[in-house]
């Protein structure tokens, strides 16, 4: 806090610091040179929809005449720049949920981008939001009029878990990640309300905190069968100056995540910005890390699955400058998910381990904020006694 004010790392652009104009927006607008539109026919990869007024809140396609997949992005060798003048283009069409539900239905269900029709109350203008887990949107605007001018491509799998009413939500998330749906396209179907016994419409940026969430715990309770991991293994990973390492050491299945925005990074100014959160810290509720817990840890048990082992799992996230515009969680996402595919450095001690972090990380300050590493060392295993 700064003079009654929340701070940039606490605010992450919401318009929570009282200010008049945010620096972190300004710097976004710079870039932009758009019109206003009044109306769209064109491609609707995804959904939006808002969290204002929870429940009666407001939804609609995601006009956007590209891919919204940040693994499409990457492939493509897209640049931060590049996302950036991307979502500037994008409109979420906006209108009471109940209106177009059944277009957001559509649209969530495809495999592909629908094509779309759309007319404005008014024409829709340039006006970025950010909260540090959705992917920045560049307009927003009242539809008078939507259609939905072709027929969704949906798959198999799809069609049979949101036809199945007696399978509750968070079961038919699992099944479907199972069959290989991705986790875009399943927080597209669990925001517009087509899975689950009790089907209600969910902010999108709940729904993609809640996949990740409810994944990673699932593979939790799947993984704790497994034996544990033999050895001390690091695996490291920078997107967009987003540096992503994991330390993975033999034991029962324990998880902290530490997080670390640099001085005159995005969110900060002077000084680093660490935030510390793991299982077991908080009796219930949401991460103070935020989405970005929830993405890293999913990315850390899918691996723990793939392989059928358990480990005590230390993550650490350094951010710099390099990250100018915040682009949402699926930065972590694919950071940790590119980290945990890349081949890992092996350890024969937990110290050689932290050596290593250090490196990643930039330095060895992340020590004197973890509980992890303490407990690490005091706890021996059975592979000490051999």
Known sequence: MNGGRMDCAGCKGRGLCGLSRCPITARFRARVNSRPVSDYMGAAPSVFVGSYGYPAV??????????????????????????????ASAIAARAPVPRVREAIAEVALSA????????????????????????????????????????????????????????????????LYRADVDVYHLANLLSAGVLGRRRRVVPTRWAITAVDDTLGRAQTRELVRYPSVEEVLVFSHTLYGNTIAVLLAPG??????????????????????????????RPSGYSPIAGAYYSARL?????????????????????????????????????????????????ATLAEGAAALDRHYGDGSWREKSSLLPRMRAERTLSDFF
């Open 299 to 347: 990315a850390v048990t899918d691996h723990l699955v793939s392989v059928r082992r358990q480990a005590r799992a230390l993550v650490l996230r350094s951010v710099t400058g390099e990250y100018w515009a915040p682009l949402g969680t699926w930065v972590v996402r694919e950071a940790a998910l590119a980290a945990m595919r890349s081949p890992p450095e092996r350890y």
């Open 58 to 87: 407001q939804g609609g396609p995601l006009l956007l005449a590209d891919e919204d997949r940040p693994p499409a992005w990457l492939a493509r060798g897209l640049t931060i720049d590049d996302v950036v003048d991307l979502r």
């Open 112 to 175: 592909r981008p629908v094509d779309v029709e759309v007319a404005f109350a008014r024409p829709v203008d340039f006006d970025i939001r950010f909260d540090g887990v959705l992917t920045p949107v560049g307009r927003s605007g009242p539809v008078r009029d939507l259609d939905v001018l072709d027929n969704p491509v949906v798959p198999r799998a799809v069609d049979r878990v949101t036809s199945d009413s007696d399978l509750s939500a968070s079961e038919g998330l699992a099944e």
């Open 252 to 281: 029962g299945w324990q998880f902290e995540m530490i997080e670390r925005w640099r001085a005159h990074s995005l969110w900060t100014h002077d000084q680093d910005a660490v935030t510390v959160d793991g299982e077991g810290k």
